[in-house]
């Protein structure tokens, strides 16, 4: 049987990685503290954490990679040396890695490297050459599925290898935010804010509204109610068999500042579709149900990225989630009784009933939904919960004190 693709799960905190574990990656990234490309938009690990992310990865066989991908100065590289020997002593597997100082310590240490795709990887001999340093590569997010096909084709003609002795593996982005720059090497947010992107604290410019003024007579034009910066979010879940069919090794799933609800929602998704594709049962009628899933949760829209050959982006018009749902939160978690499979949460906030749909959140739990059938306030049979409520639910997970209970409604 032909290798399936990997697919690769965001980790913004404990409570994503969970639900990327839980649904089916096959590896997942993240960063610690500031030296990567979501230091602002994510809450990001501890150096401490390295050892319990390598556990809960090792744990499902699951492959863990540190994001260390921004732009490193002279005062960084002290901190860059010891977050690479704490991660390599953890037993994490692979840095994603851009600046040259960050690929050659990690090679130092006898680390695997990928290339981000801040390199901007787009043709045959700059694989070449970083496959003296890395085993895997993240192609530019501007190519077409003909472009990647023919650099994964010329890797086997050639039999280009990595420090590992493999032959080179190629990952592209399969699913989430684009920037309208290439491969996010943008510059807006320092200018405008001196907060740079490419140290990983991008203010989001380009995800704002705008009027264009003429100078010469001050006319003001609003361009079709259009968020001229904004690009919609990548999906290649209904050309799957085409991503799958260009050769590449690795999907990645962007997101790691997005909610736990997310990752778990479009990894799940993304796995059935993998796996539905090796199968021979990838089909219209499932691309249509898996698409209607995707869509509730957040999303600015979709589009197929570059990877048809699209010069121009599509824009989106709205500046936040066009989801189909939303959240809200109800309560938290306060004891589980294992024997009785039972969860015992204060309810905080809005009413739950009978027939709802509900999200619970934890470090330790990650994202689990599931429809209440049976409650009990305050230890009585009930159809609904209050605010101030002692609320017991049967629970085909376990929960803690951590956990946070929202239910789901439509947006």
């Given at each position: 049987?032909?290798?399936?693709?990997?697919?690769?799960?965001?980790?913004?905190?404990?409570?994503?990685?969970?639900?990327?574990l839980?649904?089916?990656?096959?590896?997942?990234?993240?960063g610690?503290?500031?030296?990567?490309?979501?230091?602002?938009?994510?809450?990001?690990?501890?150096?401490?954490d390295?050892?319990?992310?390598?556990?809960?990865?090792?744990?499902?066989?699951?492959?863990?990679?540190l994001?260390?991908?921004?732009?490193?100065?002279?005062?960084?590289?002290?901190v860059?040396?010891?977050?690479?020997?704490?991660?390599?002593?953890?037993?994490?597997?692979?840095?994603?890695?851009?600046?040259?100082?960050?690929?050659?310590?990690?090679?130092?240490?006898?680390?695997?490297?990928?290339i981000?795709?801040?390199?901007?990887?787009?043709?045959?001999?700059?694989?070449?050459?970083?496959?003296?340093?890395?085993?895997?590569?993240?192609?530019?997010?501007?190519?077409?599925?003909?472009?990647?096909?023919?650099?994964?084709?010329?890797?086997?003609?050639?039999?280009?290898?990595?420090?590992?002795?493999?032959?080179?593996?190629?990952?592209?982005?399969?699913?989430?935010?684009?920037?309208?720059?290439?491969?996010?090497k943008?510059?807006?947010?320092l200018?405008?804010?001196?907060?740079?992107?490419?140290?990983?604290?991008?203010k989001?410019?380009?995800?704002?509204?705008?009027?264009?003024?003429?100078?010469?007579?001050?006319?003001?034009?609003?361009?079709?109610?259009?968020?001229?910066?904004?690009?919609?979010?990548?999906?290649?879940?209904?050309?799957?068999?085409q991503?799958?069919?260009?050769?590449?090794?690795?999907?990645?799933?962007?997101?790691?500042?997005?909610?736990?609800?997310?990752?778990?929602?479009?990894?799940?998704?993304?796995?059935?579709?993998?796996?539905?594709?090796?199968n021979?049962?990838?089909?219209?009628?499932?691309?249509?149900?898996?698409m209607?899933?995707?869509?509730?949760?957040?999303?600015?829209?979709?589009?197929?990225?570059?990877?048809?050959?699209?010069?121009?982006?599509?824009?989106?018009?709205?500046?936040?989630?066009?989801?189909?749902?939303?959240k809200?939160?109800?309560?938290?978690?306060?004891?589980?009784?294992?024997?009785?499979?039972?969860?015992?949460?204060?309810?905080?906030?809005?009413?739950?009933?009978?027939?709802?749909?509900?999200?619970?959140?934890?470090?330790?739990?990650?994202?689990?939904?599931?429809?209440?059938?049976?409650?009990?306030?305050?230890?009585?049979?009930?159809?609904?919960?209050?605010?101030?409520?002692?609320?017991?639910?049967?629970?085909?997970?376990?929960?803690?004190?951590?956990?946070?209970?929202?239910?789901?409604?439509?947006?």
């Amino acid at each position: 049987m032909t290798q399936k693709i990997e697919l690769m799960a965001p980790a913004g905190n404990f409570e994503s990685l969970q639900a990327g574990l839980d649904n089916g990656a096959d590896s997942v990234y993240f960063g610690v503290e500031q030296l990567n490309m979501r230091a602002r938009a994510s809450v990001n690990f501890t150096m401490d954490d390295l050892t319990e992310i390598a556990k809960r990865c090792q744990e499902k066989n699951v492959r863990s990679y540190l994001t260390l991908n921004t732009i490193i100065y002279d005062h960084d590289l002290s901190v860059v040396k010891t977050l690479l020997n704490r991660a390599k002593q953890a037993k994490i597997t692979a840095v994603i890695a851009s600046d040259q100082a960050v690929i050659a310590m990690a090679r130092g240490i006898g680390m695997e490297v990928h290339i981000s795709t801040q390199l901007n990887v787009t043709n045959i001999e700059t694989i070449k050459f970083y496959s003296l340093f890395a085993d895997t590569m993240v192609l530019s997010r501007e190519l077409s599925l003909r472009q990647v096909k023919s650099i994964t084709e010329q890797i086997k003609k050639e039999a280009i290898k990595g420090p590992s002795g493999n032959l080179v593996e190629i990952e592209i982005f399969g699913h989430g935010a684009l920037c309208m720059a290439v491969s996010g090497k943008c510059y807006l947010s320092l200018h405008s804010n001196n907060s740079s992107a490419n140290r990983g604290a991008c203010k989001q410019n380009c995800r704002k509204k705008y009027t264009v003024i003429d100078q010469e007579t001050g006319f003001e034009i609003e361009v079709d109610n259009e968020y001229l910066m904004s690009p919609k979010d990548l999906c290649t879940l209904d050309l799957l068999d085409q991503v799958i069919d260009s050769g590449i090794q690795v999907l990645k799933i962007e997101g790691r500042g997005r909610a736990p609800e997310y990752v778990a929602t479009v990894i799940k998704t993304y796995r059935d579709a993998i796996d539905s594709y090796y199968n021979g049962s990838f089909s219209k009628e499932k691309i249509t149900l898996w698409m209607e899933t995707l869509n509730t949760v957040y999303n600015r829209g979709f589009w197929s990225g570059y990877y048809l050959g699209q010069e121009l982006g599509e824009w989106s018009d709205v500046s936040g989630s066009l989801a189909t749902q939303k959240k809200v939160y109800i309560g938290k978690g306060m004891h589980f009784f294992p024997k009785a499979a039972i969860g015992q949460f204060k309810i905080e906030a809005y009413d739950i009933k009978i027939g709802d749909k509900i999200l619970v959140t934890g470090p330790s739990t990650g994202a689990q939904e599931m429809v209440i059938k049976e409650m009990y306030v305050n230890d009585t049979v009930a159809k609904k919960a209050t605010k101030g409520d002692d609320c017991t639910l049967k629970l085909p997970f376990r929960i803690r004190t951590s956990d946070k209970l929202y239910k789901i409604v439509e947006a």
